[in-house]
């Protein structure tokens, strides 16, 4: 090999490996990425070309760091094929707390879909080691400061110890008071204990007696017909006291109410009266007896009226939780109605619909005018409170159609209540 050979190998091998030491210190790479832009406030020294780890395995690298505005942009380069999903936390990490930084990337939601190539994110913002140390040494000092006296911590340690010194000086005094006292329950304890003695002595004395069958304990233990006649004497009182009960539960169990109803009709212009009596024997079943569309015969209505007046109200009726279901004669004729509460056990439950039904087979003129129709009523009811209540009701739909205006007051009597009460009671004696 002649030297002009051996000097172009050398030639070649020098620019071989200058092309590779090129190729390395100008971070060169045939891998391919995709660029991620993250925004921070402070990347806590972050150093240029440091490495970016994804869930902890390394994904690319930092191309560079730059400035915009009042915000620090991190240029990621990202290898190809990996897929961040949005949602992801960018943030500074740290092999140890004195080793190197790298961009930590924690995966986000693959439902939110995948960081496009070129999107900008917002990286979470930490605090930098030197200012955490820096927090901490401060707080130290104001600790160490209140420890020492200057602060609220050792003025509320003095206040505690002083008022702890307070205390015990009035435990002191208090049991210092005390023992004289203490001294005398003892006293009083043991002059207690003294005086069961002495009933348990007698009680024995008593039990021996009866085990014996001595006096009237002993005869009622040991006699069979003694304990015969006080068994039936017990038994007598026992039905004595259940017939009390009943005949209490009787005179007590009926509840009254008297209700007034006023209506004001605006074609007849005028207004009529509803009196009457309910009478509860028991929960759920009522009657009514009353006067209907009560006025004076000798007051002439201004407009048309087609009421029939001074008439009887005399109904059964069930209450059914929200149901109140009613029949007999209502206004002077046969007929039934009900009453719902639609919002009942609830704070509207003062609330009520109604819907009533008489003079089925009417065949009638009144006034000039011929009803052959029966006569169907329906309304609603507000009640203001327990004794007082308004409402609205459009009467006798199937022919004249009169909207009535009505009030009405029902209060209990315990009076009446009682009467009919004893009245029940002597019936049943009978």
Known sequence: MNGEMKVGLFVLAGSILFGTALFLLGDYSFQSYYPVYAEFSDVAGLPDKATVKLSGVEVG??????????????HLAIHEGVKIYRGARFSVGSTSVIGSKFLQVDQGSPALGYVEAGETVRGEEIMPLDRAVARAVASMESLVSDIRGEGKLAKSMQEILDNLRDITANVNDLVANSQPHAEK??????????RLDEVLRKTDEIVGKINRGDGVAGALVSDAKMKENVSEAITNLKD????????????GGFRTYLKWEYKYE?????????????????????????????????DVAKGTDYEVMNTVDARLGWEIKAFD???????????????????????WDRFALFAEGSEFGRNRVIKGRSFNDPRYDVGAEVAVNKYVSAGMRLNDMAETKRVNYTAKVLFEDKDIAYLFGFAALGAGKK
């Open 266 to 298: 605006p074609l007849a212009k005028g207004s009529k009266n509803d009196f009457g009596v309910k009478i509860s024997p028991r929960a759920g079943r009522y009657y009514y007896l009353g006067a209907a569309n009560m006025m004076n015969t000798k």
């Open 325 to 347: 279901l009613y029949a007999g004669v209502i206004r002077g004729s046969g007929g039934a109605g009900a009453r719902w509460r639609p919002f009942f056990n609830s704070k």
């Open 61 to 74: 690298k930092i191309k560079s760091i730059s400035l915009k505005d009042d915000k620090v942009v991190v």
């Open 185 to 194: 329950a003892l006293e009083r304890m043991d002059s207690i204990t003294a």
């Open 240 to 251: 004595a006291s259940a017939s009390v009960k009943e005949a209490l539960n009787k005179v």
